[in-house]
């Protein structure tokens, strides 16, 4: 068992199918290592974070919200930075951009 920056005790083999972090940025390394075991043990992780480097590196699937909305999604493998952060910017892609700024 190891346990996460709350202190709480996980065990990856009875971990919960999903877990819900929020702005996990105090021991980041420990939390990283957390989330691959869990990610290993088949958890599916919702993180919220306003830290791209941190989102790039640990995500499969990246969700963009804008005005309360899912602006796009990106795969963890594929994302762009530039694209990604053109959509938390404007909630546009990058070919809606060009459409409307040439």
Known sequence: MIKSYKQREVNPRRSPGIRLEAFVCK???????LF??????????LLVSEDLNEIMA????????????IAGMFEGSEAKREEIGLMIATGAT?????????
């Open 36 to 45: 691959m075991k869990l990610r290993e043990a088949g958890s599916a992780i």
């Open 58 to 69: 640990l995500s499969d699937r990246i969700a963009i919200m804008y005005k309360g909305r």
């Open 27 to 33: 021991s980041i390394d420990h939390t990283w290592e």
């Open 94 to 102: 990058k070919t809606q951009s060009d459409f409307f700024y040439g």
